[in-house]
């Protein structure tokens, strides 16, 4: 069993759950939940992927359950964008496991899956909390109480403490129930807990100024989540500076600590990883490593996007293509485009 | 001729009135700190994205609930699904479903964020000005209708910066965009309210053309705390009749006398009655009553209160240091009073623009237009200007009944003993009052940078220390203290009435003082003391 399997899992239980898209792909699935026979919990049953504890989590919180869906499709889409540019492009695969076997090993690749996921969830989350679609985030539930009064003698805490607190009880909890004595499961939890951080250590805090007359008399402020493309890229450094990691026991307890104990130890915030990866080059089925075959690479640029890197040496095809592209454009803020089609001939270049 | 009590009070007995005073002071800073919670709340919301469907044409659309919207997750799909801008309502429910609004938040304000990301292909105007169609109804059950409050075609303007390269690679990056002011409502008489938001498109009139792609919109509402409401009515509650029963207590001792009060008295007089004033706890009345212009109402009383007390140290420094000819008629003192008056009556034109037609529409802000902004700093700027002349005025005086006094000084040596140490004793109150007044005026201004720069509440041990309440409940019932103990010490004595054929040497002395002066009718010694310098 593994991370990215369950959250294939979701992203496809939620067609069922709302079946909204008619641009869905599993049209039979949409079908049948316009039946609007499955209860609810049965939902929570039908989701493979999930183990006994994450199911039992669903069913005391179905209503949580779509915006995991949606933070886990928020956390491939933004993978894949940080990641469009080198040789392992995140992409995911139709078989299961999602991202392939590189994500099962303890590579660099795996930190920043789960890493992004955690924190995709915890987003989404927060997110719907404050449009109001969870009932249970409604109020602090850790300090004051769930009660009305508490809401009316002090307010409410913040919406990302709810969204960190369901991250942390429902991803998290397949790494404890296997018991976190694996150095798999360290590396794991270690790395939710590195994506949660990189929402709550980039959170901005706004103020607004409304004393006598506008004055700063009396001033109020709280806290606004970052971009979730701020994440990616926030995560993305973290990946590139990542520490290699081995479980040593200290004590009673097993801690991760650096490889080269030259290395100054990782923080919360880090990205750690047991196992160096592969190089992504040829088509390996076996371990869901799809290659970079095919893949287009930029013939001018020296980095890994470039085609000497891309193609791992192998040499590229060069093709001119003419692309449709829209251009002059007429914009609304929302839904409405009206372009003229511009024709251009570019030069695609293609690893062999 | 009667003196102030401060001038015939033992040390020993001033001594234990600022240890009482004291220890009130740090009580009001401890009720705020340790009992109320902070003072406001802001609550984040994600406006919820509605289809209006033309064939139900329903007037008010809910994100959530017994009858909710049919929503969108994102614009995406609205453009499969041919969805125009004009058909998208953006719906938010207050509070948080389960919850309920309450009178005891005393007011509403919120704030607009719109997340905007930036397209290289369409990217906001230089003036990206946006034009909301705002509406707020509320109702007090969840199965009745929603009955309208409030509609309104509003502008504002965006003031967005794109923290990257405007590249192709940075598509998608979001805006950075400054906050608007959305709306302001004086009273949370409802428990449930519901803002709806239209941003209408027009090609021809140009409206919400080039505002970039949008993809959420924020809003977050700020309210009082209800606990801290009724820790600050219980203060105001407790603080009206102390203010109340002393200001009688002065008033009946002037009046008392034979002679009719002096100017002096009369300012301290009218500080007690200012203060009073911004005591009444009117604001009990909110709970029940819808009172839109309380909010309105508290500034003008916050408003009176600081001009009196500007006025009041003016005219304390100047009954001091003038001559006897021209002081103790209000009409000198235009001068400085002058920029008080004048700068209060900026700030209340400037108020009464923006909480004022707020109490009509509750949308408008005289921020959102050009000429509104300019009016409004017009305003601030000039009471800037009325404050940092006032300032002026203030320090030069003080300086000049500082040189004053130790002119007197230097004179001291040459006195008898007796009225030496009168002289001295005088000089060290005088000299007392204006530390305490600067300790103050010290306070508020470093709490009020605390609170600032604080991040709200600190922990210690295992208590929670909520230092914004504190600076409210500290300060306020500090200048509470502060006209308490000038009303008292300023009071004329009692003790003085009764013993002046008292054989007391000291006393005698000032007998003999005063009846070189005999012309002269000031409160205090020092008063005296300093017009005699004037005429010499």
Redesign the interface.
């Known amino acids: 069993s593994n991370h990215s399997y369950f959250l294939q899992k979701i992203c496809l239980s939620a067609l069922l759950l709302t079946a909204?898209?008619?641009?869905s792909p599993v049209r039979y699935l949409a079908k049948l939940s316009s039946v609007g026979s499955i209860s609810e919990e049965e939902t929570c049953e039908k989701l493979k992927g999930l183990i006994q504890r994450q199911v039992q989590i669903c069913k005391r919180n179905v209503e949580v359950m779509d915006s995991v869906r949606?933070g886990a499709q928020l956390a491939i889409d933004e993978c894949q964008?940080q990641f469009r540019n080198r040789r392992w492009n995140c992409s995911t695969l139709d078989t299961l496991p999602v991202f392939g076997k590189v994500v099962t090993q303890g590579t660099r690749e795996a930190a920043f899956v789960y890493a992004i996921s955690s924190a995709g969830v915890a987003f989404a989350v927060t997110?719907a909390?404050?449009?109001?679609?969870?009932?249970k985030?409604?109020?602090d539930r850790s300090v004051h109480g769930v009660s009305?009064e508490g809401?009316?003698?002090?307010?409410?805490s913040d919406?990302i403490a709810y969204g960190v607190a369901f991250s942390q009880t429902f991803v998290d909890v397949r790494e404890r129930s296997k018991g976190s004595s694996s150095s798999r499961a360290l590396m794991n939890l270690h790395n939710n807990e590195a994506g949660r951080k990189a929402i709550l250590n980039n959170m901005r805090v706004?103020c607004?100024c409304?004393g006598?007359?506008?004055s700063?008399?009396?001033?109020?402020?709280?806290k606004?989540m970052p971009?979730f493309?701020k994440v990616g890229n926030v995560l993305k450094e973290k990946f590139d500076g990542a520490t290699e990691v081995e479980q040593r026991k200290i004590g009673s307890t097993k801690v991760l600590v650096p490889k080269n104990s030259q290395f100054k130890p990782h923080t919360d915030e880090d990205l750690v990883y047991l196992d160096s990866s592969p190089d992504f080059c040829e088509h390996d089925m076996k371990n869901g490593v799809l290659g970079t075959t095919g893949r287009h690479c930029n013939k001018t640029s020296k980095a890994i996007d470039g085609c000497e890197l891309m193609c791992c040496g192998r040499g590229f095809h060069t093709e001119e293509v003419e692309v449709v592209d829209?251009c002059s454009?007429?914009?609304?803020?929302?839904?409405?485009?009206k372009c003229k089609q511009c024709r251009k001939v570019v030069e695609m270049h293609t690893c062999r | 001729m009667a003196g102030a009590i401060i001038e015939n009070m033992s040390t020993k007995k001033l001594v234990i009135v600022g240890v009482i005073l004291l220890i009130f002071q740090v009580l009001s800073f401890l009720v705020g700190g340790l009992i109320a919670p902070s003072p406001t709340t802001a609550i984040p919301y994600t406006a919820t994205k509605c289809v209006d469907i033309r064939k139900y044409h329903q007037k008010w659309l809910m994100p959530g609930g017994r009858n909710p919207c049919e929503k969108i997750q994102d614009f995406k799909e609205a453009t499969e699904r041919h969805i125009e801008a004009n058909d998208i309502v953006f719906a938010v429910h207050i509070p948080k479903p389960d919850l309920e609004m309450s009178s005891w938040f005393q007011f509403m304000l919120f704030v607009l964020q719109f997340e905007i990301v930036f397209k290289l292909a369409n990217q906001i105007d230089e003036a990206g000005v946006v034009t909301i169609d705002a509406s707020l109804a509320y109702r007090d059950d969840i199965v009745s209708e929603w009955t309208p409050m409030a509609h309104s075609k509003e502008q504002r303007k965006l003031n967005c910066v794109f923290p990257a390269n405007k590249t192709k690679k940075n598509e998608g990056l979001p805006y950075d965009c400054d906050l608007l002011p959305f709306m302001e409502v004086g009273t949370v008489a409802h428990k449930y309210y519901l803002v709806n938001i239209r941003l209408p498109v027009n090609e021809r009139k140009k409206i919400n053309i080039g505002i970039g792609e949008i993809k959420d919109i924020g809003l977050v509402s700020i309210h009082q705390n209800g606990g801290f409401t009724k820790v600050w009515f219980a203060m105001k509650t407790f603080l009206t009749p102390s203010i109340l029963i002393i200001m009688i207590w002065y008033w009946r001792r002037i009046t008392l006398m034979t002679r009719p009060p002096v100017l002096l008295e009369k300012v301290i007089f009218a500080l007690g009655l200012s203060m009073t004033f911004i005591n009444i706890p009117v604001e009990w009345f909110s709970i029940g009553f819808n009172w839109t212009w309380m909010l309105l109402f508290g500034d003008i009383r916050q408003g009176i209160f600081y001009s009196m007390l500007l006025s009041f140290w003016i005219i304390f420094c100047g009954e001091h240091l003038m001559d006897q000819t021209e002081r103790n008629k209000f009409s000198v003192y235009w001068k400085q009073v002058g920029p008080i008056v004048f700068g209060s009556f900026c700030l209340f034109i400037f108020d009464m623009c923006e909480r004022g037609v707020q109490l009509t529409n509750p949308f408008y802000s005289i921020w959102a237009s050009d000429v509104g902004t300019e009016l409004a700093m017009a305003f601030i700027i000039v009471a800037g200007i009325c404050a940092c002349l006032y300032f002026l005025f203030l320090c030069f005086m003080v300086f000049q009944v500082f040189r004053n006094i130790s002119g007197k000084k230097s004179s001291l040596p040459a006195m008898s003993k007796a009225r030496r140490l009168h002289y001295e004793g005088l000089i060290f109150r005088f000299k007392f009052l204006m530390l305490v007044t600067l300790a103050c005026a010290a306070l508020t201004v470093i709490f009020f940078i605390i609170s600032q720069v604080s991040e709200g509440h600190w922990h210690w041990g295992g208590h929670t220390v909520q230092v914004n309440s504190a600076f409210f409940t500290g300060i306020y019932g500090m200048w509470n203290l502060y006209v308490f103990a000038i009303m008292f010490l300023y009071a004329p004595s009692h003790k003085r009435y009764g013993d002046e054929q008292s054989n007391d040497l000291l006393h005698r002395e000032d007998i003999q003082l005063t009846t070189t002066i005999t012309h002269v009718d000031g409160p205090t010694e020092i008063y005296r003391m300093s017009g005699k310098e004037a005429q010499e």
């Open positions: 909204t898209s008619t641009s949606r964008y997110r909390c404050s449009s109001g679609e969870l009932e985030c409604g109020c009305p809401f009316q003698w002090s307010g409410c919406n706004e607004k409304h006598v007359s506008g700063c008399e009396v001033k109020t402020c709280w606004a971009p493309r829209r454009c007429k914009f609304h803020w929302c839904c409405y485009v």
